[in-house]
């Protein structure tokens, strides 16, 4: 099985990763965002069957024109470089 994407047209994306993917980065995008500033929150949260439990939530700040990249949900790393997975969310 491989990755899936949901935008569900409220402000929330959900992808889901298949579990063998354990190195990843995910990069907020803030290139076209609408706001000089906008907070949002990741929630990286593992599946069992239909229920999600969250792991860990990072919640941050970002300007516009910038981009905030964290790898394996740990501080902020380099764009997309070293991670087999790359997620990138844009607003």
């Not at 949901?6 to 076209?32: C, H, S």
């Not at 919640?59 to 087999?84: F, L, M, P």
Request: proline share 1%.
């Amino acid at each position: 099985m491989g990755a899936n994407y949901f935008d569900m047209d409220n402000g929330t994306v959900v992808v889901y990763l298949p579990g063998a993917v354990t190195d990843y980065n995910i990069t907020v995008d803030g290139t076209q965002m609408q706001e000089a500033k906008e907070n949002y929150t990741l929630e990286l949260a593992k599946f069992v069957g239909d229920a999600a439990t969250v792991e860990k939530a990072i919640t941050n700040t970002i300007s516009v024109g910038t981009s905030k990249t964290t790898h394996n949900g740990e501080g902020e790393g380099d764009q997309c470089r070293s991670a087999r997975a790359c997620l990138l969310l844009k607003w």
